[in-house]
């Protein structure tokens, strides 16, 4: 069983940065896929970035330029950087673990920010 624990969230005012981290346990991490996705109240989770387990990236258009994912294998951990952060940026942000077709969420950390 995997566990996915978030931290890194917060209250940041516009035009603000924040880093995410999410450590997963277990022995597979450095053999998965892992991404972020995010959910506003009212709206659908969707996808933020994305890692290989070789470290390609893809990232929702809409935060080409400022959303940054990496890994780092050594400590199970996958980031999100997020710069010039907007109040559309608001919502819960989920991590997520791929692999053999099995997917693992964490329980999600808050990011708000404020105008």
């Known amino acids: 069983q995997v566990q996915l624990v978030e931290s890194g969230g917060g209250l940041v005012q516009a035009g603000g940065s924040l880093r995410l981290s999410c450590t997963a346990s277990?022995?597979?991490?450095?053999?998965?896929?892992m991404g972020w996705f995010r959910q506003a109240p009212g709206k659908q989770r969707e996808l933020v970035a994305t890692?290989?387990?070789?470290?390609?990236?893809n990232y929702a258009d809409s935060l080409k330029g400022r959303f940054t994912i990496s890994r780092d294998n050594a400590k199970n951990t996958v980031y999100l950087q997020m710069n010039s952060l907007k109040p559309e940026d608001t919502a819960t942000y989920y991590c997520n673990l791929m692999y053999r077709g099995v997917s693992y969420w964490g329980q999600g950390t808050q990011v708000t920010v404020s105008s």
């Open positions: 277990g022995s597979i991490f450095s053999l998965a896929a």
């Open positions: 890692i290989t387990s070789v470290g390609r990236t």
